[in-house]
């Protein structure tokens, strides 16, 4: 990972913001590792709406079950056409994009933002996940989860049924509104996450992080096409990719700032594509 210094620009923000890693101490959540004791991510991207949808904002929150700990926000410049309607739904302009790190650079923050944390997002298909890794030469290999699929599970929900972020927290009374905005809905997420983990802990037991992966399928990430499936098969011995045709191709990652937790809480939270089809401009499934 370069050493070379990173400047993220929240949403908002009217000049860059230094990254400064946040120092994580727990160790690399496993299987074993008890649900109180393990760090999880919750992402949430904001795109151009255009295949490959390009990432035009990453918003995260690091939390335990028992509060947050950090944050990581930032707009992308991925220097392409934003289409109109998604431009409506996320409000982000290409003026607010200059000066904005690039995808690789906004990435590369990220991803030391979320080591050794189990992924945490709102999108039966990991669409996020999926767009942060685009380009990489592997799939991420974090742990994650999906709240749909979980809240499916801890709900009782009919199995054909995608639920939208702003459903779930109604339904669970929680005090916060998805808006559309990577960290908001990333924040939303989190919470809706504790949540039905804590539904889950009194009506399923579970007590560790693998009990939660054991109940709930790893959704798909690895898009690539089958050929070249095949081809990276025979660099890597061993390697298999998933059978599911690809996504039409998506977006780079655009991410934000990384602070600590204040000691309030924002009164909005944002949540865009999880409760429609995945493929809606803007965003994963809302």
Known sequence: M?????????????????????????????????????????LDVE???????????????????????????????????????????????????????EFKDARRGFLRFAQGAVLVEHSHDAFDTWLVGRGLESPLEHPIIDTTALARLVLDLPKGQTPGLARLVEELHLDVMPAHAALDDARATAMVFRALIALARESLGWNTVGD???????????????????????????????????????????PRATSRAPSGRRGRSSRRRRSGSSGSPGGSPA
């Open 212 to 254: 939660v992966l054991a109940a709930l399928p790893r959704p798909l990430v690895d898009r690539t096409a089958p050929s070249r499936r095949a081809s990276a098969g025979g660099r890597a011995q061993g390697a298999r990719g998933p059978t599911a045709p690809p996504r039409s191709a998506a977006p780079a990652a655009t």
């Open 47 to 101: 795109t151009t709406g255009n295949a490959p949808f390009l990432v035009l904002e990453i918003g995260a929150e690091r939390f335990r079950l028992d509060g947050t700990l950090s944050f990581f926000d930032t707009l992308v410049d991925c220097r392409a056409p934003i289409n109109p309607y998604a431009r409506k739904r996320h409000h982000i302009d290409r003026s607010m994009l200059i000066g904005a790190p």
């Open 2 to 42: 370069s050493s070379r210094p990173l400047y993220l620009k929240p949403r908002g923000a009217s000049q860059l913001v230094p990254w400064e890693e946040i120092a994580v101490d727990a160790p690399e959540v496993g299987r074993e590792t008890l649900l109180q004791d393990a760090q999880f991510v919750a």
